[in-house]
């Protein structure tokens, strides 16, 4: 309900209008003017405890993938799970990365931005020295990667992203694409420093190696598909994923015991009714085809494929030669 003036703030507002401290058209132009939505920069917009909760089950799904490509890919046992899924601000993120480190900065298309995956120097390390033969040791002080190291380091995440593509599928399909692999912090600004992140932990351990592993999401990316990170959204794209997958094996075998006529076509040869009518008994009747002509197949009716006609114990049989296209069948 609109608010109601009172009789002095009519007057006051009177007064000023023929006074001239405020104009009539101000007034119109403000009320034609476009609503300016109020947004407080110090309580910026935040993930609720559900989205905090449907992005934990989300990465619980990652990590079990991750752990079964990583040890059968290293032979040995790792332990992967999520430690933690918490909000802050990137600077704050930025800030608590050791430098050193191996930062992998990623797209998710069709989401707009880019993500970071920060890897702890001693996982990435203790997986080089088991790859190059050793018993997953790393060094005892951290370092850049070299060369040779960021070409295995890059192949290990394209294959996590991978795992993050297929442990997303339950909300959006996202396409994850590896764009630079960056050692410090600092040079990975992929958002304003106040702007708000999700960070997944995942509590990794490789051999006698512990360490963590960081996923940074920021909210701009997950904005278009914020109603969708909900527990119930969650649950029920599961539920119809899987009714989708019996529905669909359930008409596939009803569809393999589906009967449909199958003809073919000896030739053909145009008659006049008269000559019809005076076919007897063995007449003979010369079709347009050769004897080593190939003869067309029809399935219900049109044309799919080419066929010899032959015999196979004693019974009359065709053997398919190739099939005919959609342009052959239509210009036939």
């Known amino acids: 309900m609109a608010d109601v003036l009172s009789q002095n703030e009519i007057d006051e507002l009177l007064s000023a209008i023929s006074t001239g401290v405020v104009s009539a058209e101000n007034i119109k132009q403000e009320q034609k003017q476009k609503k300016i939505k109020l947004?407080?920069?110090k309580r910026p917009d935040k993930f609720s405890k559900d989205q905090i909760r449907t992005l934990y089950m989300l990465h619980e799904?990652?990590?079990?993938?991750?752990?079964t490509y990583l040890s059968a890919h290293l032979r040995t046992m790792v332990q992967v799970s999520v430690a933690s899924v918490d909000q802050l601000t990137y600077e704050e993120f930025i800030r608590s990365m050791p430098n050193p480190s191996v930062i992998s900065i990623f797209e998710m298309r069709p989401l707009s931005g880019n993500a970071l995956m920060e890897i702890n120097p001693a996982i990435v390390f203790s997986i080089i020295d088991r790859l190059f033969?050793?018993?997953?040791?790393p060094p005892a002080k951290a370092r850049e990667l070299t060369d040779i190291e960021q070409s295995i380091v890059a192949r290990l995440l394209n294959k996590a992203m991978d795992c993050l593509q297929e442990a997303w599928r339950q909300v959006v399909n996202i396409e994850p694409r590896l764009e630079a692999i960056e050692s410090n912090p600092q040079f990975?600004?992929?958002?304003?420093?106040?702007?708000?992140?999700?960070?997944?932990?995942?509590?990794?351990?490789?051999?006698?190696?512990e360490g963590f592993i960081n996923l940074c999401i920021p909210y701009l990316?997950?904005?278009?598909?914020?109603?969708k990170l909900t527990t119930s959204f969650w649950v029920a794209s599961s539920i119809a994923r899987a009714g989708?997958?019996?529905?669909?094996?359930?008409?596939?075998?009803?569809?393999e015991r589906t009967l449909v006529p199958l003809t073919v076509e000896l030739g053909k040869i145009t008659v006049t009714v008269g000559e019809m009518l005076d076919l007897t008994v063995g007449d003979v009747i010369r079709l347009d085809t050769r004897v080593d002509d190939e003869l067309a197949v029809i399935i219900g009716?049109?044309?799919?494929?080419?066929?010899?006609?032959?015999?196979?114990?004693?019974?009359?049989?065709?053997?398919?030669t190739q099939p005919i296209g959609e342009e052959e069948d239509e210009h036939e």
Request: charged share 15%; aromatic share 6%; hydrophobic share 40%.
């Open 39 to 41: 947004y407080d920069f």
């Open 221 to 227: 990316v997950l904005e278009p598909i914020m109603p």
């Open 61 to 67: 799904n990652f990590a079990r993938l991750l752990n």
């Open 133 to 137: 033969g050793g018993i997953g040791t």
């Open 188 to 209: 990975t600004q992929i958002v304003p420093p106040n702007d708000m992140v999700v960070i997944v932990t995942l509590q990794t351990r490789i051999a006698q190696t």
């Open 301 to 320: 009716q049109h044309q799919k494929f080419r066929c010899k006609p032959g015999s196979s114990n004693n019974r009359i049989a065709i053997q398919i």
């Open 244 to 255: 989708s997958q019996t529905n669909t094996a359930l008409l596939q075998k009803k569809l």
